[in-house]
């Protein structure tokens, strides 16, 4: 019988993959003739089963003591919910220190007492973008001719 044949039935026999079956002695394992033969060169130690390899541990462990070091923190490593990245209140201070910039770069333009209307405005959120609160002060005529 053919090496190949053998391994066949040893793996079919010991329930392993035939990548695990190695033939110690292959002049012995070519005169088995049934698949009797082969559990018998199974038990002489002709014929054994490589241990499975599992997955080891050492690049988790590794990766984990970067993690404590501080390492893979950024937002790009974040996993949820769209605030995973960025806190609602730090995405609220962004929005607020930015408009408060355009309101104060636009101040000398509004008309009189609408500076500190709109600085509560902006306060209680009240516009999504710049866009959307340079256009509410020019529909409601608080801009300047």
Known sequence: MGLGTIRRLAASITKAGQSRIKIIDAVKAKEALTRDDVRSL????????EQKKGVGRDKARFKQSRVHAGRRRGVGSKKGSAFAGKSRKARWVEKVRSQRKLLKSVKSRLVEGAYR???SMVKGNLFKTKKQMLTYARENKYMKK
């Open 42 to 49: 199974l038990k002489q130690g002709v014929i054994i089963v």
């Open 117 to 119: 209307k709109f600085y």
